[in-house]
């Protein structure tokens, strides 16, 4: 019985949904999960550069409030959150530098889309988007700001239609830059190791707090 009820259930994803029925099932899937954990690779296309940036990595992410973004090649650099602190640490560059994010609106739109803290539905238009894909059984989705402060960008959202979870996310700004995050390998609910959300610096490390103080650890 329970094997029907999924096949069923799975059948009705793709039947006679709305884009925002989508939507809705995305949001509910981010804020099911206490953890995940996945490896990304992303790609920043810029209007000035013929070549885009490419980057891999692998994320990690706890609720309440902890998310870390590790960066493995071609440099090695760390992005944070963690205690309304968003620590940005670059290798190569022997540079950490801590802003403080207390308070609403600090998050980029990827980083509180995958926290599921937001509500889609009542900060975008959601319309259904087709692009290119080489993921077979996936739905995907543009999130257009009502915010006339964002005016000319919008995100693309390809979703698994099995495990209603974000493969991809593909950021257009208002100058026409486009930034994708392609997500695999995603596991949820694991128990992250000890000393997952910790970031330990080298001796030398020049370290800039928000206030604009610098100091060597």
Do not use: C
């Not at 899937?29 to 992303?42: G, I, V």
């Not at 257009?144 to 979870?165: C, Q, V």
């Amino acid at each position: 019985m329970k094997t029907l009820i999924s096949i069923v259930l799975f059948a009705l994803w793709g039947f006679g949904q709305t884009a925002e029925d989508i939507a809705l099932r995305v949001e509910s899937k981010l804020r099911s999960f206490e953890t995940f954990q996945a490896e990304f690779e992303q790609f920043y296309y810029s209007s000035t550069v013929s070549v885009p940036l490419h980057e891999k990595g692998k994320l990690f992410f706890k609720k309440p409030g902890l998310m870390k973004w590790v960066y493995l090649d071609p440099e090695e650099k760390v992005f944070l959150i963690k205690d309304d602190v968003f620590w940005d640490y670059n290798k190569e560059e022997e540079q950490l530098i801590k802003y403080d994010i207390t308070g609403e609106g600090q998050d980029t739109e990827v980083i509180a889309l995958l926290s599921g803290r937001m509500n889609l539905l009542e900060t975008y238009e959601i319309s259904y988007s087709p692009f290119p894909t080489e993921n077979e059984h996936s739905k995907q989705i543009r999130l257009t700001p009502k915010d006339e402060e964002y005016a000319g960008s919008f995100l693309l959202l390809e979703i698994d239609e099995k495990t209603r979870l974000i493969l991809k996310i593909i950021s257009f700004d208002w100058s026409g830059n486009k930034t994708e995050f392609h997500f695999k390998k995603i596991k949820t609910n694991i128990s992250l190791p000890a000393g997952t959300f910790d970031l330990k610096v080298p001796p030398g490390t020049d370290i800039i707090e928000n206030s604009g103080k610098r100091r060597r650890k």
